[in-house]
Structures are given as C-alpha cells and as structure tokens.
C-alpha cells in the first residue's frame, strides 16, 4: 500500500503513452493523451494524502479537530485538470481541420511533412 | 519597482481580453495599434525593469512575503536572464506585430481582434515562464505559451500540412508537459515545496541523490528538452516551424524554442546543481551529448532541406543544439556566450523567417528549386538575406559571432570544432538558396522523387500575391539585423550581459567578455566556410547533395506522431541512462 | 518507419521509463506520510484569511498567480478554437433538420435545466466555504444550458445563446481578474494581493477579501468559454458543411 | 473502516467493477448501458462515502453527478442513435438491479442523516439519479422512437 | 477503500486505451472520468473530484463524440463525393 498509488499512476502514465504512440485513429489519440494527464493528478493527489486526513474544507468541520491533507496539492490538481480539457479541445479543434483537410483520420496515411 | 514584474504578464492579457470583448466592433486597423501599442508597453516596461536589475529583485505575488524564509506564495523572478527573455521575447512579438500589420487574409469573420490577442496571449505566456521563480508556475506559462503556439501554428486551416503540423506538435508538447507535471510531482513529494529555490535546498538537505532525484531530473528536462527541440525530441519542430505562418515562426524559432534552453539553465542551476541534485560530470555528460547531436543532426537535415522555411527549423534545431552544449559545459563564460548568442540568433533567425515570408507572399512558393533565379528582382531583400545568412554564421560584428566566440573559447577542444561546422554548415545552406532564389546562380536543380518535403504548393499568407511589398515587410527585418549586428557591436553591452547572467547564476563568477582575435578569426573561419559551402553547392550540385548518405537520418523523420511519441520516450530514457552513473555512485 | 520498429522503440523507452518510475516510487515518502510542510502552511494562512475552504484559499488568494494562469490557458485555447473551427472559405451552412424528441426526454430536459442552472450557481457562490468554485459550478452551468440541445433542438439552443455575448463575456471576466490584481498594485502592495476588502465573517458567503470576488470572475470565464467552446464543436458537428465538389 | 465505508466498497468493487467490465468489453449497445449504469452505481458509491467519512459537504459531488451522468447518457444516445436503432440494448435486469441499489442507498443515507436540509439535498439528488437514469437508459434502448436531425 | 479506488482506475485507463474505436473509447472514458472522481473522493479531494466530474464524465466525452459525429459525416473524399 506504501507505493500503490505511485505505481498506478505511473502505470496510467506509461499506458496513456502506449497508446499514443499505438494509435490508429487521432481522435483516439487524443483520448489517450487525457489518459496521460490522468496519470499527473494521480500521483499530485497520492503524494498530499494524508493517513486518517480529511479534507481541509472547514465549511462543515472545526479547524483543528481532524488532521487534514494537503490542499497545496489539490489546487495544482484541479489546475492541471483544467489545463487537460482545454488541450483536450484544441487538439480536437485541430483533429477536425486534419480530417476535412486530408480526408483521414490514420496517422499512417498523413504523409507529407517527411524528410 | 518589484511590485511591476508581475505586470509583464498581466498587461499583455489585459490587452488581450479586451481585443477580444471589443473585437466584434473594433475595425482591424484599430485592433492591430492596440495590440502594438500594449505589446511594445510590454516590452518597454521589460527593458525599465531590466535596467534596474542589479541587483536582482524577486516579488512575491500576493505580497505573501516569507516568514522564516518560507512563504506560501509564488514568487517571481526580476533578474537579468529573466527579465532579459522577457524582454526579448516582447521585442520579437512587437517586431512580429508590426511585420503582419495589413498582411494576412482578412481575419475571421467578425473576429478581428483574435490574432492580435493570441499573439498578446503567447507574450503573456513567454514573458510567464521566463519570470517564474516557482516551478509550477513555469509549467502554467509553459503550457499557456503552448496552448497559444499551437493554435497560432494551425492559424490556416485551409493548409493541410499547418493543421497536420500544429497537431503533432500539440500532442508532442502537451506530452512533454505532463512528463515535466510528473517530474513536479515527484519534487514535491520529495521536498514539500514548490519554489525552485526551495526545492534546491531541500534536496540538499535530504543528502546524496537517489533514483528519485534521478527520476525527476529525467521528468522535468524531458519537458523542457521537448520544448527546445533536443534531439531525439525534435521530430514536432520542423513540421510545426515549417508550416506556421510567418510572423508565428520569427516567434516560435527566435525565442520560444531558446526558452526551453532557458528553462533548462534555470531549472538545473537552482534545483539539481546542489549536492543533493545531479552531480555537475553527469548533468555535463547528457545536455552535452544530447546538444551535440542535436547540432549534428540538425546541420545535416538543414543542407538536405529545399522547402525554405523548413531549412530555417532544422537550423534553428542545430543552433539549438549549440545553445545546449554551451550551457552543457556548466562554465560562467559559456553561460555569457551563450546568452550573447541567444540574442543574436533571435535577430537573425528572425529576419531570417520575415524574409522567407515576403518569399513566400511575392512568388506563391518557398520552394527552393522552384524560385530558382525568380527573386531577381528583390535587391534589398537579397542583400538582406545574404547578410543575414552571414550572420548565422557568425560573422563579426554580429552578436551571434561574439557569443559564438565567447562560447568556443570556454567549451574547447572538439566542441569549437562542432561549433564552426555546424554554423557554416547552417549558415551555407541559407546562402546557397540565396545564391540560388535571388541571383539565379549554378544549374536549376533537377527534380527527383525524393523522400522530402517541397516546398511548392504552399498558399501565400495574403489576400493576393504581393506586388509590391509593403514597408513593413522589409523594415521589420532590416530592424531586426541591425539589432543583432548592434548586440555585437555596441561597445559594453556584452558586458552588461555577462554582468546580468553572472549575477543570477553561474556561482556567482564574473567573467569579462569581449572580441579576441581568435573569436574573430574563427567568426571569419566560419563565414568564409560557409560561404565555400555553398558556392560548391550552387555550382556543382552533384557533389554536395547526394542524398542517398542522409537518407536513413531523413526517414526517421515520418511525420507520424506515432514515431515521435515512441521517440520521446526513448530520449527519456537516453537522458535517464546518460545521467545514471553519478547516482549510482552516489 | 513501419510499426514493428515503433513498438521496439516505445517498448525500449517505456522499459527503461517504467524502472525509472519504479525506482523513483520506491524512493518516495510512504503513501499517506505527515510531511506536507507547505500544506499546513498554506492551511495556517488560509484560516488566517477567514477563508473556509483552503482549496479555494490556495487557488484565490495564495497562488492566485497560477490561476491567472490557468484561466488564460482556457481563454487562449477558447479562442483557438474558434479561430481553428471558423468557417473556411470552402464551406457552407446547412440547416440542419428540427430534431424529433419523446416527450419524456423533452420534459425530464425541462425539468432538470433549472435545477442543474441553480446547482451550477450554487457551487461557484459557494466557492471558497463548501468544495467547487468558479471553475467546477461554470462547467456545470454550460453544461446544464445545453440540455435544451437534448431537450429541444438545436434552434432551441441557439436562441438562448448570442454566442457574441458569451464571447464578451469571457474576455471580460478575464479582464475582471487582471484588473482585481492590478488594483492591488494601484493601492501599492503586490500584485494579487488581497488586502483590499475585509476578511470577513468564517464561513459565510463574503468571507475571504478578494477570494470570493475572483471566484465569480472565474465561474463567469468558465461558463462563457465551455458555451462558446461546445458551440463552436457543435457547429462543426451539425451545420457547417463542405461543397460538394471537394 | 466503519459500515458506510464498507458498503461503498462493495458498491463500487461489485458494481462499478462489473460496468467497467461491461463497458470495456462487447458490442456498443452493452457498453452504453454499462455506463449508464456505472453513473448511477458511482452516485451511490459517493453517497455512502460522504456518509462514511461524515463529511456532508462531500454530498455535492454525488448532486452533480446526479445532474451531469444523465445529461451525459443522453447525448450518447443522441449522437450514437443511427449506430444504436439498428441493435437496441435492453438491460431491463440490471436496470432495476441498480434502480434497487441506488434506492436503498438513498433511503438508507435518509434514515442516518435524519430530516433537515441535508436530507431534502439527499433526496433531490437521489430523485435525480433514480430518474435520470431510467430516462437516460429508456432514450438508450429507443423505447422513445429514433431521434432524428440534428 | 482507497485501493479499491486505484484499481479501477488503473483498469479503466487501460481499458480506455485498448478501446480502438473512438466511439467506445468516449464511453470508456466517461466512466474513467467518473472512477477518477470517486478516487479523488478517497484521497479527499472533493474540490478536484468535483472539477472531473464535470470534465471527465460530460465535458471530454462531449467532445470526443462530437469530433467523431463530424469527422464521420464529412464525405471520404475517394468514395462517395456528395
């Protein structure tokens, strides 16, 4: 249980960019890039847990009565998850435009930036 | 005057939000002063602030001062380097503003503010990553400045290669971002902190390095290397840079791409050079091979090149790898030159992309053996080119020649051999196409079915082909040269350079910094290299441009993401195994 | 390059990634240890603050920089997109047909529409007490307005959406935030600050100075740019057609 | 680990672990019913977990949930109608099976909190779930006839 | 509970990156982005839980769907011209 949570999220990183490097389909490409990104919030969230916290959101718990987790953490999380779906948008915007200008969606039958 | 370095960021994105929410009634005229008049604001508050950075200055947004030497806020960075990419970086969006003034095809319709603001939002972003002090602020300007690049790459989607070329360039860099989020990750699981000072400390503190440090090292450079094009991470620049529009590329090539060569300097110089990071022999061993045969390959792939602006990426590559090995050697000088060199490659590289631009716009192709003897008419814009290629050789007076200069004298050895073969190399290429587009010198090239890309097919950028080209077109460059022979040039400048690296980094060192002979002499070496190179190309094509040696290197660049993923991790890997003895060791 | 080799080289690079990762991982603190020097700084500073919810706190008040950030990566790749899915010069509107929707989904779409509105108000107002905020509740929002896509049809939708309206929108809310900041620099303390307004009273909805104020900035950003975005996506989808001949 | 817990594992261990199962694996039809359900099976899962670490503020989670799984589940069905009218799924069983687990969720949260705002959040976010999904699975199943156009 | 939570996630992504096809894979992912949030939820982060919800199981699939319906309904330039 010490390392779990690291090795899932490395697990989910190095999966996400199998599949990248794999893809048939940019669409699902773009798919797997999120997958990717899932990896980062795992390992942010994993690295600010506490055992036994709770979370630091006072609106329904005393301050001082339970031993709470890093928040510092879940702000960066909840930037990076963000910044995923905004990215996640663009690429789409650009898999759109690649399909209506090369007809396709297979990275393999785009070949003209070579050499 | 450190509570104005924030503003650098802020103001840009002022101008932009309010481009955008007035955009739909400003005309495009009024929308395009207002983006110059806030950009050069920008810049002219960098330029303020850089003059008053000695000593360096920090500000804590939010005004969360530390208590005990710790703070819970973000602290930015108002020092030389900092500051002076700030500044270059709103030099170059000004320069690129002014340049596509009345250039592009009418924008979007009812959205005239919208290139202008994404503009505003990529010196936003640049002028971002180059102040920040903490390491997860980096990564959100890093990725700010990416999610603008890319759009700004895929600007024309009536091209197939710029929508196919901003997309590969999207997934590699957004890749690269999230290995550097990991490397934050790990940092701070280590460390608890997110300042990069901090984290240095902490690191130190923690004793020798380990697999962790390792690890993070390999993450964080990973992402910066990806974004400064390193060999094997520089598949997405060629393809991207290549297909930009114009004004796009004189800022991806002339200063986003040195930014991750920043971002590396900075990050192992506060983080990783202490005696918990990476021991210095093996940071030394993996920026200086991999910067090496970034150089290498970059050269080589440059000469191959008959697509113009293709030929200026892949020089960009190599002079990347340049950059590289010169912060590689982890020596005050070094840093200096490269600097030096920094700026005066942004010049000339710049000026450089706007002359191929006006190529481009005038003849409807950046095809090398297609314009052959075409532009004979251009007189200024040749004699443009020609010095500007001269320049990337590293002729004196330019600035490129001094930091060159300066550079080869502290790596040394072989490395001074690579640097005057890479830029004459580089540097022949540009003048060969001269030779070839503006005087019609030599044979016309013969076609053959090769594995490259050409360079015909490609749209010009405005409504109709140019007939006249307008004052702006060629005054940016003109600019643009000027400067960079100025960063030479002018008497102390250097001086103040070096001043402003030094201090920020380096150890604290100060070195001096000026012409010798020998940096003069080896300038000229290159120059003259050069040159040769590509009289011999021009007048004897078959000897120079066998292609057949070249091929293999050429396949590998497929234009499949697929590849350049797979290469991505592979370069990760490489850079873990090249930095791995120290922490075994240790 | 075929794709035997490819999977060689991700194979070769995800090995030596993979027992980089594994060795770094071992070397981590234990999952769930008690050192986050930061974090209990950061949860010192935000009850000093009056601030309920620290997550809002960190993301408001003490790293507010990053989310000035973070909300201009929205804005940007907002406009990238509408620049990127613009109308080119090969292309035409084609209307597309009134959709035909069972009266339950229409009904249940009606019904929910100002539930999951108010809900999405509700999470960004009560940003900085309860979990959510601007970003969270602005998503939400968007999403909740285009149950009338579901619920009605696309003319439906478009008629509660003056996309140019949204568009301002989000540029202003944008602005909004940079202009909070620069006040803070107009009083002379550092940009961001929030030591304008008082602190207010623990847990109640104007606690928090400037916190709250940002929050609204940011729902308002969000909502805007996900309405522009889908809309954008949904164009591309349903009208905007390719002639015929290409 | 106290009960709540407990339950909320074996929620989401059984339940959502077969709905992965259903959505990873076989034709379209099953995996969009498997998602449908893994919504509702995750709601309760929050439910039950809000509940276990005492936490009412966490009960904001499963009313977006509540809100947005359908709205998702029903644009599915929308913009996969053509592939789904021609094989519609029908899941009847497992429909109700989990209809049963979210109800008893619900009732059983109900019963722990006792009445006041929270129960009235509770309950509109369990109205919504239980109702959210039946729509969303019957607009699978094309029991509403095709939705055509756009 | 927390372990329960990273399996699933850990199953879910692969399963996500297994699915080929677009379509599937948008469905996948939803149920990712839900999964995702109820670990968030474990580890005690609603606030992120919250903002995945809204990402992964509606915004991201929305997308997904929408870029799959328009690259599909663009004529295949070699087969049926319209």
Redesign the interface.
């Known amino acids: 249980m010490d390392v779990l949570p690291y090795l899932v999220a490395g697990w989910v990183f190095l999966a996400g960019c199998y599949g990248l490097a794999t893809s048939r389909n940019l669409i699902h490409a773009v798919g797997c890039l999120s997958v990717c990104q899932a990896g980062t919030y795992v390992l942010l969230l994993a690295v600010g847990y506490r055992d036994g916290g709770t979370a630091p959101v006072f609106s329904d718990l005393k301050p001082g009565t339970r031993p709470v987790v890093d928040p510092v953490v879940q702000a960066l999380a909840l930037t990076d998850v963000v910044v995923g779906a905004t990215v996640t948008a663009l690429l789409l915007a650009l898999v759109v435009q690649v399909a209506k200008r090369h007809g396709t969606v297979d990275p393999d039958e785009l070949g003209e930036l070579r050499g | 005057m450190h509570h104005l370095i924030p503003l650098l960021v802020a103001v840009p994105l002022l101008g932009a939000g309010l481009l955008v929410a007035g955009g739909r009634r400003l005309p495009r005229p009024a929308a395009e002063t207002v983006a110059c008049a806030v950009s050069g604001g920008t810049a002219a508050l960098a330029l303020v602030l850089l003059l008053n950075s000695s000593p360096p200055m920090v500000e804590w947004v939010g005004g969360w001062r530390p208590v005990d030497g710790f703070s819970v806020g973000i602290v930015v960075l108002g020092d030389g380097p900092g500051l002076g990419m700030a500044a270059l970086a709103s030099l170059l969006t000004l320069a690129a503003l002014v340049y596509s003034w009345h250039y592009f095809d009418e924008p979007p319709r009812r959205h005239a503010g919208s290139f202008p603001a994404l503009m505003l939002l990529f010196q936003a972003g640049m002028c971002g990553f180059a102040i920040a002090g903490d390491l997860f602020n980096a990564f959100v300007y890093f990725e700010l400045m990416s999610v603008v690049a890319y759009a700004l790459t895929g600007y024309r989607i009536d091209e197939p290669r710029a929508v196919q070329g901003a997309l590969t360039f999207a997934v590699v860099n957004s890749l690269g971002a999230y290995a550097l989020l990991m490397g934050i990750g790990l940092l701070y699981g280590r460390t608890g902190e997110l300042a990069m000072t901090r984290i240095g400390r902490a690191l130190d503190a923690h004793g020798a390095p380990d697999a962790l440090v390792l690890a993070a090292f390999v993450l964080v450079l990973t992402g910066l290397l990806v974004k400064s094009a390193a060999v094997p991470f520089h598949f997405w620049l060629p393809d991207a840079h290549a297909v930009a529009p114009t004004p796009v590329c004189m800022l991806l090539s002339g200063v986003m791409v040195e930014l991750g060569v920043y971002g590396v300097w900075r990050v192992y110089g506060t983080v990783f050079a202490g005696p918990g990071g990476v021991p210095a022999p093996d940071a030394q061993r993996a920026l200086l091979v991999l910067g090496a045969l970034t150089a290498a390959v970059g050269a080589v792939m440059c000469w191959y090149q008959r697509h113009i602006k293709r030929l200026l990426a892949y020089s960009t590559v190599a002079h990347t790898g340049l950059f590289l090995v010169g912060i590689g050697v982890l020596k005050p000088e070094a840093d200096d030159g490269t600097a030096l060199y920094v700026l005066g490659h942004a010049g000339v590289k710049a000026a450089l992309f706007a002359l191929a631009g006006i190529l481009l716009d005038r003849y409807g192709s950046l095809d090398e053996h297609v314009l052959h003897g075409r532009a004979r008419a251009l007189k200024g814009v040749a004699a443009m080119f020609a010095l500007a290629a001269l320049g990337l050789a590293g002729l004196p007076p330019f600035g490129t020649a001094l930091g060159k200069a300066v550079t080869e004298e502290a790596v040394g050895g072989p490395f001074t051999a690579l640097y005057v073969a890479v830029s004459a190399v580089t540097a022949g290429a540009v003048l060969r196409v001269a030779a070839r587009v503006f005087l019609g010198l030599g044979p016309k090239p013969r076609e053959s079915a090769a594995y490259e890309t050409t360079g015909s097919g490609e749209r010009p950028e405005t409504r109709q082909r140019l007939t006249r080209v307008p004052d702006t077109m060629t005054a940016v460059p003109a600019v643009l040269l000027a400067a960079a022979v100025a960063a030479g040039a002018a008497p102390g400048f250097a001086g103040v350079v070096a001043d402003a690296v030094n201090t920020a980094g380096s150890g604290g060192v100060r070195v001096a910094v000026h012409w010798t002979r020998a940096g003069v002499l080896l300038g000229l070496l290159s120059a003259l290299l050069a040159t040769g190179l590509a009289a011999l190309a021009v007048t004897r094509p078959a000897l120079l441009s066998a292609p057949d040696r070249a091929l293999p290197l050429r396949r590998l660049q497929s234009g499949h993401v697929g590849d350049y993923v797979a290469w991505l991790l592979v370069g990760a890997a490489v850079l873990g195994a090249l930095a791995l003895p120290g922490v075994l060791g240790g | 390059m075929n794709r035997r080799m490819r999977l060689c080289l991700v194979a070769l690079g995800g090995a030596g990634l993979a027992a980089l990762f594994t060795a770094a991982f071992l070397r981590l603190p234990a999952f769930g240890g008690d050192r986050h020097p930061y974090g209990d700084r950061a949860v010192r500073a935000a009850l000093h603050r009056h601030t309920a919810n620290t997550i809002a706190s960190v993301n408001f008040d003490l790293r507010a920089f990053d989310t000035l950030g973070e909300t201009s990566i929205l804005f940007a790749s907002v406009l990238g997109c509408v620049v990127l899915l613009r109308q080119a010069r090969d292309e035409h509107r084609a209307r597309p047909e009134p959709a035909d929707v069972a009266p339950p989904v229409r009904r249940y779409a009606l019904l929910v529409l100002p539930v999951a509105v108010l809900t999405g108000l509700y999470v960004v107002a009560h940003g900085q007490l309860s979990p959510g905020g601007g970003f969270q509740g602005g998503v939400v929002t968007a999403t909740a307005l285009h149950l009338l896509y579901l619920g009605a049809d696309y003319h439906a939708l478009e008629r509660v959406r003056p996309l140019g309206a949204y568009e301002a929108g989000d540029a202003l809310a944008v602005s909004a935030y940079v202009v909070t900041g620069l006040a803070a620099v107009l009083a002379g303390t550092a940009f961001l600050a929030n030591t304008l307004l008082p602190y207010g009273t623990f847990n109640t909805l104007s606690s928090g100075g400037t916190v709250p104020l940002l929050n609204a900035a940011v729902g308002m950003e969000v909502a805007c740019a996900v309405v522009v975005l889908l809309a954008r996506f949904l164009d591309q989808a349903v009208e905007i057609e390719e002639d015929s001949g290409k | 680990?106290n009960g709540w817990?407990l339950a909320?594992?074996v929620v989401?261990?059984g339940g959502?672990?077969a709905?992965?199962w259903g959505?990873?694996t076989g034709p379209?039809r099953r995996?969009?019913v498997?998602?449908n359900l893994?919504?509702v099976l995750?709601g309760s899962?929050?439910l039950l977990?809000?509940q276990g670490?005492d936490?009412?503020?966490?009960l904001?989670?499963a009313?977006?949930?509540a809100?947005?799984?359908?709205?998702?589940t029903?644009?599915?069905a929308?913009?996969?109608a053509d592939?789904l009218a021609a094989d519609p799924p029908r899941a009847r069983a497992a429909t109700w099976a989990t209809v049963g687990v979210a109800a008893a969720t619900v009732a059983a949260v109900c019963a722990a909190t006792g009445p006041g705002r929270a129960m009235g959040k509770l309950l509109?976010t369990g109205a919504?779930l239980i109702?959210?999904n039946l729509?969303a699975s019957?607009?699978l199943s094309g029991?509403?006839?095709g939705?055509?156009?756009? | 509970m927390i372990a329960v939570a990273l399996l699933l996630v850990a199953a879910s992504a692969t399963a996500a990156v297994a699915t080929r096809d677009p379509a599937r894979q948008a469905l996948v992912l939803s149920v990712l982005g839900v999964v995702l949030a109820v670990l968030f939820t474990t580890l005690q982060a609603p606030d992120v839980g919250l903002s995945q919800l809204a990402v992964g199981a509606a915004l991201t699939p929305l997308l997904l769907l929408l870029t799959v319906r328009k690259v599909r309904r663009r004529p295949r330039r070699e087969e049926d011209p319209r």
């Open positions: 680990m817990l909320a594992a989401l261990t959502l672990g709905a992965l959505v990873a379209l995996r969009a498997a998602q893994a919504t995750a899962g929050l977990l809000a670490y936490r009412p503020s966490y904001d989670l009313l977006v949930l809100l947005l799984g359908p709205v998702g029903l644009v599915f929308r913009l996969l592939d509109v919504l109702g959210g729509i019957r607009a029991g509403f006839g939705v055509r156009g756009g």
